[in-house]
């Protein structure tokens, strides 16, 4: 397999499951040549609908992504599944618990399953897990199930890269509802309470229909469902949930407002890398760097007018580069 980017293009498109796993590899590494490989990707990768899957860890979200992958092959649809999962200690690579967990559904020519390792990132995993949605979209993939990790950051990150969140809680969630209302509440779409077979479950559905209707000022009103992801149960009214919400997303406008804005935000972050990339490669300013690190060290100056000081003089040579050609 090459490991050129533009060469694998044509296979990517093409469904070859090699040559897309060698893509996810080159965006997860952020290997030379991956702009070039996402640039003819984007127009065809960008339009596939991501449905993101968050909770705490152990809430079941991983038998639930196994249901409704199910229900999508169903209906012949091909479907791409990105687990976020914990980064092994020892390899530093995801630790496969969700991969092992689908075991049964990761055989099927029209299921692709891609885990990656959180590796201690915090906002940059969303745009990791955004380019490799992006890269399974451009294979032909009629949806994207995107699970996250289930801790930290991420949680709230689907919301940049999901165009539904379905957040999925246990009945003994309930002590922690009040806690959330600054993070999941805001981006759930729709909700679950999974393992619904144990105590409290009604007593949380009501708690959070509460809370939804206080705190909510949004069009879509989100749904409160009950699952037992195990046996089945209540699982295919999640299915149906979630295609009324992509249905609805699509006539509102809605989906089209998200969509801008999160194109903006990856437009942000692209700049922002770029820039400090082009800056860094500036071998004097590693330098003078170093020499400014002194001065704070020995308290002639601080964090703040290093900062811009470097960043001027790295605009400088950047425009007097410019000036020359």
């Not at 003819?40 to 992958?69: E, H, M, N, W």
Request: hydrophobic share 40%.
């Amino acid at each position: 397999m090459s490991s050129d980017p533009s060469e694998l293009i044509d296979s990517i498109t093409g469904g070859d499951r090699r040559a897309v796993a060698r893509a996810i590899s080159i965006v997860e590494d952020q290997l030379p040549g991956k702009e070039a490989l996402l640039k003819p990707l984007y127009a065809k990768g960008s339009q596939t609908f991501v449905c993101g899957i968050t909770g705490p860890p152990g809430a079941g979200k991983s038998t639930l992504v196994d249901r409704l992958a199910r229900y999508s092959r169903e209906k012949n649809e091909e479907v791409g599944i990105i687990c976020v999962d914990p980064t092994s200690p020892f390899t530093g690579g995801a630790l496969l618990g969700d991969r092992i967990r689908m075991a049964d559904i990761a055989t099927d020519p029209g299921v692709f399953i891609r885990s990656m390792a959180t590796r201690g990132s915090r906002g940059g995993l969303a745009r990791a897990a955004r380019e490799v949605a992006l890269i399974l979209g451009a294979t032909g993939h009629d949806a994207i199930l995107l699970e996250t990790v289930g801790v930290g950051q991420i949680e709230l990150d689907i919301a940049e890269t999901a165009d539904t969140v379905v957040v999925v809680l246990v009945p003994e969630s309930g002590d922690g509802i009040q806690a959330m209302k600054a993070g999941l509440m805001e981006i759930g779409d729709i909700f679950v309470i999974n393992k619904a077979d144990r105590p409290g479950a009604d007593g949380l559905v009501v708690e959070l229909m509460s809370v939804l209707a206080i705190n909510n000022a949004r069009q879509w009103t989100p749904p409160v469902l009950k699952t037992i992801a195990k046996s089945g149960d209540g699982t295919r009214e999640l299915m149906d949930s979630i295609q009324k919400h992509r249905s609805w997303l699509q006539t509102s406008g809605e989906g089209d407002r998200r969509r801008k804005q999160r194109v903006g935000a990856y437009v942000k972050e692209i700049i922002q890398e770029t820039m400090a990339r082009r800056l860094w490669q500036e071998k004097n300013l590693k330098g003078q760097m170093n020499r400014l690190l002194d001065d704070i060290m020995e308290g002639r100056t601080d964090p703040f007018s290093v900062a811009e000081e470097i960043i001027n003089a790295g605009e400088a040579r950047v425009s007097s580069g410019r000036d020359e050609v």
